[in-house]
């Protein structure tokens, strides 16, 4: 739904090319009626935006690009490297801080076997299926805009039509319009001069 229900009477295709000293005059006259902050502010009869409701790691992780600060670590990957071996010195708690943290370790490795086996198997087949679904996609929106484009073209082709048909009586009628002004003009200044004259005689004394 369009938000500003305005016509402009604008004939394309009939009409001459403004010259640039017109087209300045007529930006300046637009400027001279447009508010200050009009390349700012939103336009008044545009709805409010939903208020933005980010969780506070999204919102700290925007605070920071819009700082510019580098960006800070993200996941410890430190579990999953390979541990150093204890020393044969260590205490119970040591060994077995070591031993979870190989398991962590090794079931994480073997995760990550897993699943690059599946996809090894199975990507290539996914990856081709995901590509095709995005290429009927794709198709489909150049069909829609095609179509969009033939019929704005329809358009523009039967709005030349009525331009063109019409120009011969657009132009009469100008023409007519043009001495019609003329002549109530010339019959207000023979109306002037008239009303002077009839002034004049008023004025002067009765033989």
Known sequence: MPLIFESHDSLPYIDPEITDTEREKAKALISRHLPNNHTTAPHPSLAPLPAA????IFRQEIDRVAAGEPR????????????DEPASES????????????????????ERLANLELLDEFGKNAWLIGNSQTEEILQGLERELAGLR???????????????????ELLTLQENWKRGIGKILEIQVATDQLRRQIHGHQGEPAA
Not at 94 to 101: A, H, S
């Open 53 to 56: 409701k980010f969780s506070d």
């Open 72 to 83: 800070r670590q993200g996941i410890d990957v430190s579990r999953y490297e390979a541990p």
């Open 91 to 110: 205490d119970e708690a040591t060994m077995r801080e070591v031993l979870r943290n190989a398991y962590v370790s090794t079931t994480f490795l073997s």
């Open 150 to 168: 033939s019929e704005a073209e329809t358009v523009n082709k039967a709005r030349k039509a009525v331009q063109e048909q019409s120009e011969a």
